[in-house]
């Protein structure tokens, strides 16, 4: 069993930044792939940004642009860098990641993303962002 501590969540203003960071432990499969997904109040939860162990990286076309996913595997901590927040932006933050399972291609990365929910998910934190 993974488990996984999210940190870094805020209020800030629209226009501002914020890392959120996140860091597994327990047993790390060689192979992994980790990332973010939100959900805001009445919404479905989706998809943000994810990162394989290989460094394989899948970003939401919502956030393109604005958000970068990086790891540290010495650490086994993914983070995402958010810049330009807006108000849409608000959500709940989690961190998920799948065992055993990277990207194989760049359709496969989408369709984890988008479509497939990781088996371990941590608590959440919480990002608001203020117009």
């Known amino acids: 069993q993974v488990q996984l501590v999210e940190s870094g969540g805020a209020s800030v203003q629209a226009g501002g930044s914020l890392r959120l960071s996140c860091v597994a432990s327990?047993?790390?499969?060689?192979?992994?792939?980790m990332g973010w997904w939100r959900q805001a109040p009445g919404k479905e939860r989706e998809g943000v940004a994810a990162i394989d162990r290989d460094g394989k990286i899948i970003v939401a076309d919502s956030v393109k642009g604005r958000f970068t996913i990086s790891q540290d595997n010495a650490k086994n901590a993914v983070y995402l860098q958010m810049s330009s927040l807006q108000p849409e932006d608000s959500a709940m933050y989690y961190c998920a990641a799948e065992m055993g399972s990277l990207f194989y291609s760049d359709a496969d990365a989408r369709r984890k993303l988008h479509r497939d929910l990781p088996a371990s998910w941590g608590q959440g934190t919480q990002v608001y962002v203020s117009s």
């Open positions: 327990g047993y790390i499969f060689p192979r992994y792939y």
